[in-house]
């Protein structure tokens, strides 16, 4: 297809490289250099969707990240779908296939525009909350189809087939926006040696520069333009960002800027020399200045019908004209209250297109600009206005009518001006969004007619458009100053001399405060004004807000949902002030000020996650004997971010099976547990015994040299949160055991009282968690075992008794054994350096093949320390629970000449009442059923439902093989005196299991056999 | 039976030789890392396996510990994020009461006994060998790849060659020191060092990466 729209020369565009790419099934034809936007422009195509609530046919009308209408879901397969992209800032690229977001079924027929003219005086503000109000739980089935209908994109169904990327950088400066502000600040700061980081979000660096027919020095700005980025990119402390939006300046002028790296080469990231390429790469910069230079957006004037492909803001005119050669239309109409609006026209002219009329609501304007314009024979109408547009698919024409000095009424005469393209320009509204994201809300001033950003308390500087500075030769020496200031504050001395910027003064005629056209009729009778184009939010609505009560521009906001949309209102916001402000007769800063947050434009997950992705989400943790566990077919369980044996199946076993065979082995013969990932702590100093006697509940002072000891830990409220065995080493030397996930906290526990409490103490303690990998033997021929393996022992029962440990080698290798035991069977605890853990455990493997060594996971290693009733902080304990309540008194030493921690909370009132839930062992009636963990008890079959009713419930169930049937652990209210008694556990499935209360030790209640 | 091994206990600590003297079936923490090898390189890595590892804590105010560290050592103890070699060597800060000290493997124990037989009152002497190994980065994109990974400000004239940092590294942490302008040390944890391998490896792939066992 022909691009009509295209000039024969100019632009930025490269002629000799056409792309061909797919709208809406169909295939056009653009060129290197072009945006979506301008490509689809050149092609004629005038409807690029469908409105929010009206489904009226909506056209481009800005040049940049405020535009409300091209919103396209980019994508040419399943995977590689990319919602809500502006076709504005959407390089194009051979091959881009894209679809409109809004209209269902289609754009040029949908069905809700059929609601949207029935129903257009029936859709006032506050529409959907007042129409699908209820019945209660419909919201969503109405949602579902009001947001198809909608358009806004759709997530893709299959997995992103691009990769991410985040780096995290450090800045002296970091310039936002490469206009000519921006260039001559990242300049100046770089010229110091200062580190300087210049973003801008286009495809290239310049700003407004690469549509300007101004000069700086006697060049071409664009001239200029190349050779300032070639200087920034020849030092080595200068990074240029391009295709790069900074869409959040947070606090401490920290900013995240998103890059998008490949989105102009093709529909997925390339790959090069083999290795893929990350799609978009987000940054996160630490900067101690932020010059923000970016710049100001065109402020369209609203009138009636203000929505019909055709009109345009004027300076998207200008730009598709001077940047991308594309004429949007045939015959133009400028409406504009500044000299701005006849840039378009000028360049409409110069382009051999033919331009009706500059209709300027001012009474009269003498601008150099004015003067070019009136020399090339263009009409301009001074005081009037364009106040309607005529047209359904694209604009016929402007209704155009004389108004008053103030703008607020027509007055005389009225005419038609045929046309197909409208052009406004209402002033320009610098972009002061970042400047809000740490909370600074924006100052109105009168004098640009514009919000510009207000004072802050980081180290940031505002210049160029976003402080409404909108003269070149002013930016360029004000940019100049900001980056000398900001490489001063970051104590580094600019260059000198200077750099000299000359620039020819354009002589600009006073704007007028134009936000939106009168009609011949009220805001609530005339055609639609439209302030918002994503929400279809008129003059009208906001009017009617206003009537309802709603004053604070924040609740017109929330009301009629001004702003938003995905473009978060960056065209729409201030006239929708303005009409609010003139509703009630107040002056904007009067309806409040608005404010943005982050992110400035649409962020794609992918570059939020960024590398933390697939394997790399999160870090697996491994031990030593890591590869002989894969090798043997161990499945794992997650323990925090260790990855845990969690049993062995052998082929054709069932879970149940392994676990039995695993559990049977080792009451029987011998098991082996991988037990590296405890936690362990290495405590020295004349006071670490005094230490551990006011962080456990137990008592310390008499433990002797050579002895382990089973510990429990509490908080200040005296619920237990960890627990192990620590063993005195030497008299003042400790190794602490805690669980595998609880170790990092207790060792920060540990340090914060030490630190903050008890600082006398003279005690140091080092994590050796991964130190030392620990493999536990268990079971009545351990001791076998270890004798053949071991040497400088003497395991004699009487020389090495439970609960002692022992220091010796073990194949050769130092080692730690203790004897302890989480299973209740006879059981050592090995502890080798862990380079030499898989060398060992390979070695107990080979020896202990005579006794049918069986490896066994966690899940059995639960079975075991259920069957003899030991509890697992975090599964039998919630933080609700004391050591009393777990039946652990003895574990607890009131008469500590120092308190420990969580004594007071223990002895307050809730936790000594009666009646509390306590920990017991429980007994189906039928042994082969296994309860549910959670599971709730209640008192009878034929429960009622009702407060209190629930006794308890199920913390650890399990099948117990040694026993041949079902073993649980659970809290009971007031168990401990209820042993005997009936409890009954309601299921899923409606039926109730009957069990008893019980003792939790299930097997061996004297303790013999971990005493052999 | 065999004799029974003593405990050796100094200042009231017990003392153990960790070093095997058959080290052959040893295995460092990154032993299972397969590794790639780009032929146009500009990341590399290596690792410094069988290095001992010895923590020293003590308080920087306790002139005798700071006295006796220095005389064991053959230099001060360094101060604040810093490090200093000598001899067979190398002196981390950590914390300010906390140092790391590395050197080869069989010299742990000898380092150890030294520092028991030297200084007095409070302090603590902690064996880590196994517990967390030494892996070298290199190359004109090192610094990229620890961009990627790392929060703190590693430009050189932040961090300049031997300044040392305990910071995060992706999700987990590392101690970073600058041992060139192209080359770092990161001591990373035995149970962290598969995740951190493949991490190094996913974001210096577009570099392209090279394995300098």
């Known amino acids: 297809m022909a691009q009509v729209n295209r000039t024969q020369a100019g632009g930025r565009i490269n002629r000799g490289k056409p792309l061909s790419f797919t709208y809406n099934g169909k295939q056009f034809t653009g060129y290197e250099g072009d945006t979506l936007a301008s490509a689809l422009l050149a092609n004629g195509v005038d409807i690029i969707g469908r409105s929010f609530k009206y489904s009226r046919p909506r056209g481009i009308v800005a040049a940049g990240a405020e535009e409300p209408n091209a919103v396209m879901q980019v994508g040419a397969t399943e ?33 809700m525009s059929y609601v949207g003219k029935i129903g257009g005086k029936m859709m006032p503000p506050g529409f959907y909350y007042k129409t699908f109000m209820g019945p209660a739980g419909m919201w969503p089935i109405y949602e579902k189809y009001i947001r198809k209908a909608a358009g806004l994109g759709k997530a893709p169904k299959e997995k992103d087939v691009d990769i991410y990327d985040a780096m995290n950088r450090h800045a002296d400066v970091v310039v936002v926006g490469s206009g000519p502000a921006g260039l001559a600040a990242a300049r100046a700061a770089a010229s110091s040696g200062a580190r300087v980081i210049l973003a801008d979000e286009q495809e290239e660096f310049g700003g407004s520069l690469l549509h300007s027919s101004e000069t700086i020095n006697g060049k071409p700005a664009a001239e200029w333009v190349t050779e300032v980025v070639a200087e920034l990119a020849g030092n ?44 978009h790469r987000m940054h996160k910069v630490r900067a101690h200045c932020v010059i923000l230079a970016t710049g100001a957006q065109e402020r369209p004037i609203v009138f009636a019908n203000n929505d019909v492909p055709g009109v345009m803001g004027a300076s998207a005119v200008a730009t598709y004209i001077n940047r991308y050669g594309v004429v949007p239309g045939k015959t133009l109409v400028v409406g504009t209250a500044n000299d701005d609006g006849y840039d378009a026209a000028i360049a409409w002219k110069k382009a051999g297109r033919d331009v009706a009329a500059i209709v300027d609501s001012r009474p009269g304007a003498d601008g150099d600009r004015v003067e070019e314009a009136r020399q090339l024979g263009i009409k301009i109408i001074f005081g009037s206005v364009v106040y309607d547009a005529k047209g359904q ?107 000299n910027y000359q620039t020819k003064a354009v002589k600009v005629s006073a704007p007028m405060a134009l936000f939106v056209a009168p009609h011949e009729k009220p805001f609530s009778r005339a055609p639609k004004q439209f302030v918002d184009y994503q929400n279809d939010v008129t003059a009208g609505g906001i009017e ?46 009067e309806v409040g000020t608005t404010v943005f947050r982050p992110n400035y434009t649409p962020i794609a997950f992918g570059a939020i996650a960024g590398r933390n992705a697939g394997e790399l989400f999160d870090p697996k943790r491994y031990t030593a004997m890591q590869s002989w566990h894969e090798a043997n077919g161990a499945l794992f369980e997650d323990v925090g971010q260790w990855k ?217 290693m639960h079975i075991l320390r259920a069957e003899k009733g030991f509890i697992i902080a975090g599964q039998d304990t919630d933080g609700s629970v004391t050591p009393q309540d777990l039946g652990m008194s003895w574990a607890v030493s009131m008469n500590k000449p120092f308190s420990f921690i969580g004594k007071r909370g223990m002895n307050r009132q809730d936790p000594t009442r009666a009646n509390r839930k306590e920990l017991v062992g429980i007994k189906t009636k039928d042994p082969k059923v296994v309860l549910v963990e959670g599971a709730a008890a209640v008192n009878e079959r034929n429960y009622k439902q009702g407060s209190n009713v629930v006794q308890g419930h199920i913390t650890s169930s399990y099948y117990s093989a040694v026993l041949g049937r079902s073993i649980a652990l659970g809290m009971i209210k007031d168990g401990f005196n209820r042993m005997g008694e009936t409890v009954y556990y309601p299921t899923m499935d409606g039926s109730v299991i009957e069990a008893e209360i019980c003792s939790p030790v299930f097997y061996d209640p004297k303790g013999d056999r971990q005493n052999v | 039976m065999s004799d029974i091994t003593p405990v050796i206990v100094m200042n009231d600590c017990a003392v153990m030789n960790q070093f095997a003297s058959d080290n052959s079936k040893a295995e460092s923490p990154m032993v299972n890392v397969k590794w790639a090898n780009s032929s146009n390189a500009t990341v590399f890595a290596k690792e410094l396996a069988f290095s001992g590892h010895i923590v020293l804590r003590g308080k920087p105010t306790d002139d005798a510990f700071m ?113 060139g302008e192209q080359e770092f040390e990161l001591v990373v944890r035995r149970s962290f060092s598969d995740y951190v391998a493949a991490w190094i490896q996913d974001a210096a792939a577009e570099y392209g990466f090279a394995w300098q066992g």
Not at chain 1, 555 to 566: E, I, M, N, P, S
């Open chain 1, 79 to 111: 995977a590689t779908q990319v919602p809500n992209v502006r076709a504005t800032q959407q390089a194009l690229f051979n091959g881009l296939t894209c679809s409109a977001v809004a209209g269902w079924p289609n754009v040029d027929f949908d069905l």
């Open chain 1, 236 to 279: 080595k402390n200068v990074v240029l960002l391009p295709r790069a939006t900074v869409n959040g300046l947070h606090d401490h002028n920290f900013l995240t800027i998103h890059e998008r790296l490949t989105d102009h080469l093709g529909d997925r990231a390339p790959t090069v020399d083999g290795v893929q390429m990350a799609r």
């Open chain 1, 393 to 499: 698919t694209r604009v016929k024409a402007a209704k155009v009518g004389a108004v008053s000095p103030d703008g607020k009424k027509l007055i005389g005469d009225k005419l038609d001006i045929s046309c197909d393209t409208i052009a406004t320009s209402g002033g320009w509204s610098p972009v002061v969004h970042l400047s809000c994201h740490s909370g600074t809300r924006p100052q109105w001033d009168d004098k640009i007619i514009g919000f510009v950003p207000g004072d802050c308390y980081e180290n940031r500087l505002y210049v160029g458009g976003i402080s409404g500075n909108y003269e070149l030769g002013a930016c360029l020496t004000d940019g100049q100053a900001a980056g000398e200031n900001a490489a001063k504050s970051a104590g580094f001395t600019p260059d000198t001399p200077r750099a």
């Open chain 1, 544 to 589: 009617l807000a206003v009537r309802e009560g709603f004053e604070s521009i924040e609740h017109v906001k929330r009301y009629t949902a001004l702003g938003f949309g995905t473009d978060q209102g960056k065209l729409g916001n201030i006239n929708g002030m303005a009409i609010a402000a003139q509703v009630r007769g107040a002056t904007i800063p």
């Open chain 1, 644 to 860: 845990r044996p969690w049993y062995y199946p052998k082929p054709g076993e069932t879970m149940q099976q392994s676990l039995d065979r695993e559990c049977l082995a080792t009451r029987e013969s011998v098991g082996i547990l991988d037990a590296s990932t405890l936690g362990k702590i290495d405590i020295q100093g004349k006071d670490a015994r005094e230490f551990l006697g006011r962080v456990y509940t137990n008592a310390w002072a008499k433990l002797a040299v050579g002895k382990c000891r089973y510990g429990l830990m509490c908080g200040e409220d005296g619920m237990v949160f960890d627990d192990g065995v620590t063993s005195c080493l030497a008299e003042n030397h400790f190794l602490m055991t805690t669980t595998s996930g609880g170790a990092a906290h207790v060792l920060e526990w540990l340090e914060l009282y030490h630190q903050t409490e008890w600082p006398e103490l003279e005690v140091f303690m080092t994590s050796v968690t991964d130190h030392w990998a620990t493999m536990t033997i268990s079971g009545p021929n351990s001791r076998k075992l270890l004798e053949q393996v071991s040497e400088g022992i003497d395991l004699d029962k009487d020389a090495f008794k439970f609960m002692d440990w022992r220091q010796g080698k073990v194949d050769g290798i130092p080692s730690r054994v203790f004897r302890i035991s989480f299973t209740g069977e006879l059981s050592y605890e090995i502890n080798v350096p862990a380079n030499y853990g898989l060398q060992v455990w390979k070695k107990l493997m080979e020896v202990g093949a005579q006794y049918n060594i069986t490896p066994y996971g966690t899940e059995t």
């Open chain 2, 67 to 179: 006295a006796g560290a220095a005389k064991v050592l053959g230099t001060e103890l360094p101060g604040k994020l810093s490090s200093v070699e000598s001899g067979e060597y190398v002196v981390r800060w950590l914390s300010p009461d906390t140092w790391l000290i590395t050197m080869p493997g069989a010299a742990a124990y000898a380092l150890e006994t030294r520092l028991r037989e030297t200084l007095t009152g409070h302090y603590q002497v902690v064996n880590e060998s196994g517990g967390q190994t030494l892996l070298v980065l290199s190359g004109e994109n090192a610094e990229n790849v620890l961009h990627k990974s790392v929060h703190y400000d590693i430009h050189i004239s932040n961090f300049p060659v031997g300044k040392v940092v305990n910071t995060n590294f992706a999700k987990t942490g590392c101690t970073l020191r600058r041992l």
